[in-house]
């Protein structure tokens, strides 16, 4: 058994814990659900661009991961005969329509990713750099993006939303390590320190953090090929596996 307890008393709305994310990635699936900020995950645009797009997608035949239930394909296809009126949707999605006391939800207006994807997109200007310097910057599909090659990229993109999209996730622990190892590595460079330190100990103390933060998952494990893996070797290793503890998405629960 498992559980949370508090030994002290909180106050209403006090802030218990503020923790920084990792790595964390909303399910592709998701996407067509909700516009969230790509690094802090918070809801962005406005109630009625939400509502808006996912009337879009829905439009469009694309659903997102709660809709597909059983009971539930009747009423969206009794729903398409009284489809909305010509130009709602779009009026929803440009902020020229208002629906009532939204006004006392405002969200964040998205910020574009300054690598010129048309993937990430960001409540602020701060989320936007953090996301650019901890890992976007090589996992980027925009014209700016530092990767080495934006078709395999693309490619790797597309096998992981087809297949299991934990190797997206992966992918951001392991360019998040290249990118600190890179930075530890100009520090290095910089103080000119007189004991030479070698790349491997840089890179391990890179890995560090992710390292630390391997959790075993209390509620699911992936199977992504690492199954048999002995457990002693587990924290060690730097298998796509290791990291599934850390998936963030707003409203749908591993
Ligand atoms: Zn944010
Ligand atoms: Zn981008």
């Given at each position: 058994?498992r559980?949370?307890?508090a030994?002290?008393?909180?106050q209403e709305?006090?802030l218990?814990?503020?923790?920084?994310?990792l790595v964390g990635?909303?399910?592709?699936s998701?996407?067509v659900?909700?516009?969230v900020?790509?690094?802090c995950?918070r809801?962005?645009g406005s109630?009625?661009?939400?509502?808006?797009r996912?009337?879009y997608f829905?439009?469009?035949?694309?659903?997102?991961?709660c809709?597909?239930g059983g009971g539930?394909?009747s009423?969206?296809?009794s729903?398409?005969h009284?489809?909305?009126?010509q130009?709602?949707?779009?009026?929803?999605?440009?902020g020229e329509?208002?629906?009532p006391?939204?006004?006392?939800?405002?969200?964040?207006?998205?910020?574009?990713?300054?690598?010129g994807?048309?993937?990430a997109?960001?409540c602020?200007?701060?989320?936007?750099?953090a996301?650019w310097?901890s890992?976007?910057?090589?996992?980027?599909?925009?014209?700016?993006?530092?990767s080495?090659?934006?078709?395999?990229?693309?490619e790797?993109i597309?096998?992981?939303?087809e297949?299991n999209?934990?190797?997206l996730?992966?992918?951001?622990?392991?360019?998040f390590t290249?990118?600190?190892?890179?930075?530890?590595k100009a520090?290095?460079?910089?103080k000119?320190a007189?004991?030479?330190?070698?790349?491997?100990?840089?890179?391990l103390e890179?890995w560090?953090p992710?390292?630390?933060g391997y959790?075993?998952?209390?509620?699911k494990?992936y199977d992504?090929?690492g199954g048999?893996?002995?457990?002693?070797?587990?924290?060690?290793?730097?298998?796509?596996?290791?990291?599934?503890?850390w998936?963030?998405?707003?409203?749908?629960?591993?």
């Amino acid at each position: 058994m498992r559980g949370v307890y508090a030994n002290s008393e909180f106050q209403e709305d006090e802030l218990i814990l503020k923790d920084e994310i990792l790595v964390g990635i909303q399910h592709s699936s998701n996407k067509v659900d909700c516009l969230v900020c790509s690094f802090c995950f918070r809801f962005i645009g406005s109630i009625e661009k939400q509502i808006g797009r996912k009337l879009y997608f829905k439009n469009m035949g694309l659903s997102g991961c709660c809709g597909g239930g059983g009971g539930d394909s009747s009423e969206s296809s009794s729903s398409n005969h009284n489809s909305l009126p010509q130009g709602v949707v779009s009026s929803l999605m440009n902020g020229e329509m208002a629906l009532p006391h939204t006004d006392k939800f405002p969200l964040p207006s998205p910020l574009s990713c300054p690598g010129g994807c048309q993937e990430a997109f960001y409540c602020s200007g701060s989320c936007a750099e953090a996301d650019w310097e901890s890992s976007h910057s090589l996992l980027c599909t925009g014209e700016r993006s530092e990767s080495i090659s934006r078709e395999a990229l693309g490619e790797f993109i597309k096998h992981s939303n087809e297949t299991n999209d934990i190797f997206l996730l992966a992918a951001k622990a392991i360019a998040f390590t290249i990118l600190r190892y890179r930075e530890l590595k100009a520090e290095h460079v910089n103080k000119q320190a007189k004991q030479s330190v070698s790349k491997q100990s840089l890179l391990l103390e890179a890995w560090k953090p992710v390292s630390v933060g391997y959790k075993r998952s209390f509620k699911k494990r992936y199977d992504c090929g690492g199954g048999k893996q002995k457990e002693e070797g587990d924290t060690q290793t730097a298998k796509g596996c290791i990291v599934n503890y850390w998936v963030k998405s707003p409203d749908r629960k591993l």
